[in-house]
């Protein structure tokens, strides 16, 4: 009697536990991956505009007609990435004044930009032990995980666009070419293996203060 209570038990605990399981699939690129470039992305296309090198476009913009922004020379290794950073250029000149055009033989000049960088770096320093592989007999490799006394780990974004302007008709410089550079960057540190901080100079909503954790 009692074998059969428990089978029965057991039958009710299975059933019970059947459904639908949810898998969560994680993109290439992490929020905080984008949120860095971006950012990064953002103060190269201010500085862009409003860069004390050369003559800043906002200081043209009276003086540059329709504009045109030739982007054949701005290529990057991520496609979102690239199409954000154009985005925001896009968007600092429409704010510096700027009239844009989508057509070439619409625009009185051309502001030609490229990017030299639009990535993501990562340094760290660790005082303790580093993830090890130890070969055990009979069992195979044994990962042993890292032993953090201290240790600190930075993320920076870097964000580099050139530009140049010339007339359309006459292919006469409107203005110096310069360029400009933006950065972000995530820091993290890990004292004791249970202490974890984290600061980051990017503008995020209060509760998310410590991203990167």
């Not at 950073?85 to 600092?92: E, G, M, S, T, V």
């Not at 303790?128 to 070969?135: E, F, K, L, Q, S």
């Not at 050139?162 to 070419?177: F, N, P, V």
Request: proline letters at 3%; aromatic letters at 8%.
């Amino acid at each position: 009697m009692m074998i059969k209570k428990t089978l029965h038990l057991v039958l009710v605990l299975t059933l019970s536990g059947c459904g639908t399981m949810w898998q969560t699939t994680l993109p290439t690129q992490t929020a905080l991956d984008q949120m860095l470039v971006s950012t990064a992305a953002d103060r190269a296309a201010n500085l862009l505009v409003m860069n004390s090198q050369g003559e800043a476009i906002a200081n043209l913009s009276g003086s540059l007609g329709k504009t045109f922004i030739y982007t054949k020379n701005f290529n990057t290794f991520d496609v979102k990435n690239q199409q954000y950073a154009l985005h925001a250029i896009r968007r600092h000149f429409i704010d510096a004044g700027v009239v844009l055009v989508d057509d070439l033989k619409e625009g009185d000049t051309i502001a030609e930009i490229g990017t030299g960088a639009l990535s993501i770096d990562n340094t760290s320093s660790l005082v303790g032990m580093p993830t090890i592989t130890v070969p055990i007999p009979l069992i195979g490799n044994v990962s042993i995980p890292e032993i953090s006394l201290y240790k600190k780990e930075t993320n920076r974004a870097l964000a580099e666009f050139a530009i140049s302007l010339r007339d359309t008709h006459t292919g006469k410089t409107r203005g110096k070419s310069f360029l400009s550079v933006g950065t972000a960057k995530v820091d993290s540190w890990v004292v004791l293996l249970f202490f974890k901080f984290t600061t980051n100079d990017m503008q995020v909503p209060k509760q998310y203060d410590s991203i990167g954790d």
